[in-house]
């Protein structure tokens, strides 16, 4: 493996404090309500460079009082949304993807930085979260209701309403795309947002926050909660402004989401983990498949819902993809988020690295054995950052735990499969149904997969390919809802029915005569 190095010209701290003064107007870490910072009071929480393993800044975690503020905030907001034109909401939601455009290169910078997402990944993320916003702004004006020719003299017809507050929580793997791909529907729909992006990566959100005023959007539309989930997070579902809960994360989390929601009677849409089949039978594209299978598991280091961390090959061609996949993998450039030729960063946090490691060992200790990588590199060793090399496992079999749980970072497990039906039995085989692919010649085995595999997105001979156009969401264990697409509007709005009486006679109207 090669690792690349670079020396930063100005330390994390300094450099993120002067992004964060030229983007929000100040360097402090605060949470962004109603147009403006606004400090916590809760137990004070550090932001830690994964590159480096040094806490580059501290802030407080949000208490019930910026709670409150952003509720309000939200509620007034919301109403002032409502009353402007589908078409005025569409314009200011295209100016906010023109205003992510235009900001593209710190952002890009700060998502690498406090994220430690390579550069050169983070600096393509805001041309697709800018379109996610004039995605949306086409919908605005065609959210059109239905006329129902009911049995009766009656006019009726149906209005979808925005449900009004929504709470959005989002994890620290990608948190520049997963508050833009939540932010952008729900208010499209007319809706209001209290977002709590994770404790650990909240600066991108603030500064879409920001933008999104910058653009034009009443002060509160967006409000950005810099604190922790137990603590602020639960205080956003618990308000009573809130009235949809949407959450980004592991299904752990999703269950106690659902239920701190399902207490107060509130719809959720939860998008969890994944364990996702990436199936290889013996008339692909060898070569084609094995890069396939390294973007599908390596890119982001492995920490994507959709990732594809298990890797189902036909058993004639095990060996070959096996070989050549691990020393492939070997090659891949690993480093620091900012060095232009790395193509994988380090794992987000010392826990999460902790975790992956010990997922490692424990698949090793019941029999599966590593082709390639395993620990940190040698090169990075002195970094101090949570580098875990790509890995490739191999001999994992459907017992194993690292064969049915999410690992959330640089692992391929490797199996093999002797026939179609094994193949999807195989796939099938853990309680997630979020993604999956398959890698065939043969068009009707292509789609016999595409419809047998319980998955909520399918790939054929591609991998990892989604889009705000196309619906987003999983089965299962993987969550339930859809969060892109002209789906997602469905979840962001109620049905209203209207009955209007037409008719000129009392009697017909209300089936009697006047007395």
Same mark, same amino acid.
């Given at each position: 493996?090669?690792?690349?190095?670079?020396?930063?010209?100005?330390?994390?701290?300094?450099?993120?404090?002067?992004?964060?003064?030229?983007?929000?107007?100040?360097?402090?870490?605060?949470?962004?309500?109603?147009?403006?910072?606004?400090?916590?009071?809760?137990?004070?929480?550090?932001?830690?460079?994964?590159?480096?393993?040094?806490?580059?800044?501290?802030?407080?975690?949000?208490?019930?009082?910026?709670?409150?503020?952003?509720?309000?905030?939200?509620?007034?907001?919301?109403?002032?949304?409502?009353?402007?034109?589908?078409?005025?909401?569409?314009?200011?939601?295209?100016?906010?993807?023109?205003?992510?455009?235009?900001?593209?290169?710190?952002?890009?910078?700060?998502?690498?930085?406090?994220?430690?997402?390579?550069?050169?990944?983070?600096?393509?993320?805001?041309?697709?979260?800018?379109?996610?916003?004039?995605?949306?702004?086409?919908?605005?004006?065609?959210?059109?209701?239905?006329?129902?020719?009911?049995?009766?003299?009656?006019?009726?017809?149906?209005?979808? =309403?925005?449900?009004?507050?929504?709470?959005?929580?989002?994890?620290?793997?990608?948190?520049?795309?997963?508050?833009?791909?939540?932010?952008?529907?729900?208010?499209?729909?007319?809706?209001?947002?209290?977002?709590?992006?994770? =404790?650990?990566?909240?600066?991108?959100?603030?500064?879409?926050?920001?933008?999104?005023?910058?653009?034009?959007?009443?002060?509160?539309?967006?409000?950005?909660?810099?604190?922790?989930?137990?603590?602020?997070?639960?205080?956003?579902?618990?308000?009573?402004?809130?009235?949809?809960?949407?959450?980004?994360?592991?299904?752990?989390?999703?269950?106690?989401?659902?239920?701190?929601?399902?207490?107060?009677?509130?719809?959720?849409?939860?998008?969890?983990?994944?364990?996702?089949?990436?199936?290889?039978?013996?008339?692909?594209?060898?070569?084609?498949?094995?890069?396939?299978?390294?973007?599908?598991?390596?890119?982001?280091?492995?920490?994507?819902?959709?990732?594809?961390?298990?890797?189902?090959?036909?058993?004639?061609?095990?060996?070959?993809?096996?070989?050549?996949?691990?020393?492939?993998?070997?090659?891949?450039?690993?480093?620091?988020?900012?060095?232009?030729?790395?193509?994988?960063?380090?794992?987000?946090?010392?826990?999460?690295?902790?975790?992956?490691?010990?997922?490692?060992?424990?698949?090793?200790?019941?029999?599966?054995?590593?082709?390639?990588?395993?620990?940190?590199?040698?090169?990075?060793?002195?970094?101090?950052?949570?580098?875990?090399?790509?890995?490739?496992?191999?001999?994992?079999?459907?017992?194993?735990?690292?064969?049915?749980?999410?690992?959330?970072?640089?692992?391929?497990?490797?199996?093999?499969?002797?026939?179609?039906? =094994?193949?999807?039995?195989?796939?099938?085989?853990?309680?997630?149904?979020?993604?999956?692919?398959?890698?065939?010649?043969?068009?009707?085995?292509?789609?016999?997969?595409?419809?047998?595999?319980?998955?909520?997105?399918?790939?054929?001979?591609?991998?990892?390919?989604?889009?705000?156009?196309?619906?987003?969401?999983?089965?299962?264990?993987?969550?339930?809802?859809?969060?892109?697409?002209?789906?997602?509007?469905?979840?962001?709005?109620?049905?209203?029915?209207?009955?209007?009486?037409?008719?000129?006679?009392?009697?017909?109207?209300?089936?009697?005569?006047?007395?």
């Amino acid at each position: 493996m090669t690792a690349h190095v670079t020396e930063i010209d100005l330390d994390t701290a300094t450099e993120i404090a002067g992004l964060l003064k030229t983007l929000l107007g100040s360097a402090e870490v605060q949470s962004y309500v109603a147009g403006g910072l606004m400090r916590g009071t809760g137990d004070m929480l550090a932001l830690t460079d994964p590159a480096t393993g040094d806490v580059f800044a501290t802030f407080a975690d949000a208490g019930q009082e910026v709670v409150d503020a952003a509720a309000t905030a939200a509620q007034v907001a919301q109403g002032e949304w409502a009353a402007k034109t589908a078409a005025e909401r569409g314009r200011i939601m295209f100016e906010i993807g023109r205003q992510i455009r235009a900001h593209a290169a710190p952002l890009a910078r700060l998502e690498a930085i406090s994220a430690g997402r390579p550069i050169r990944d983070a600096q393509g993320e805001p041309a697709r979260m800018a379109e996610m916003f004039e995605y949306y702004a086409g919908w605005c004006d065609k959210m059109t209701g239905d006329v129902i020719p009911v049995p009766t003299s009656h006019l009726n017809y149906t209005r979808h =309403e925005p449900i009004g507050v929504v709470t959005q929580i989002t994890p620290w793997n990608a948190p520049l795309f997963t508050c833009c791909w939540q932010v952008a529907p729900a208010i499209c729909a007319g809706n209001a947002v209290m977002l709590k992006p994770s =404790e650990l990566t909240p600066l991108s959100s603030l500064v879409i926050a920001a933008l999104c005023e910058k653009a034009g959007a009443p002060k509160g539309l967006v409000n950005v909660i810099a604190g922790a989930g137990p603590t602020a997070g639960q205080k956003m579902i618990d308000h009573p402004a809130t009235g949809l809960v949407v959450f980004v994360g592991s299904a752990q989390g999703g269950a106690m989401i659902a239920q701190a929601a399902a207490k107060r009677l509130i719809p959720s849409i939860l998008e969890l983990g994944g364990k996702s089949a990436n199936i290889v039978f013996a008339d692909a594209d060898i070569d084609r498949a094995i890069v396939g299978a390294q973007a599908a598991i390596f890119a982001g280091c492995g920490q994507s819902c959709v990732a594809g961390s298990r890797l189902l090959v036909h058993e004639s061609i095990h060996a070959e993809v096996v070989e050549k996949l691990s020393a492939a993998s070997a090659r891949i450039p690993m480093g620091m988020p900012l060095d232009p030729a790395t193509q994988i960063g380090p794992v987000n946090n010392a826990r999460q690295w902790s975790k992956v490691d010990t997922m490692v060992r424990r698949a090793i200790d019941q029999g599966a054995r590593i082709a390639t990588g395993g620990g940190k590199p040698e090169a990075l060793a002195g970094t101090g950052g949570f580098f875990y090399a790509p890995t490739v496992l191999d001999g994992v079999t459907p017992q194993m735990e690292i064969a049915t749980e999410e690992v959330f970072g640089p692992v391929l497990s490797v199996m093999r499969f002797s026939d179609e039906d =094994e193949a999807v039995a195989l796939a099938n085989a853990t309680p997630f149904g979020l993604a999956g692919a398959v890698w065939t010649r043969d068009v009707g085995r292509a789609h016999r997969m595409a419809g047998r595999v319980r998955a909520g997105t399918f790939w054929i001979n591609s991998y990892k390919t989604i889009h705000v156009m196309s619906p987003f969401g999983g089965f299962g264990q993987s969550g339930y809802g859809r969060s892109s697409g002209r789906e997602a509007l469905a979840a962001y709005t109620t049905t209203k029915s209207v009955w209007v009486e037409t008719a000129a006679d009392p009697a017909i109207a209300f089936g009697y005569a006047p007395g």
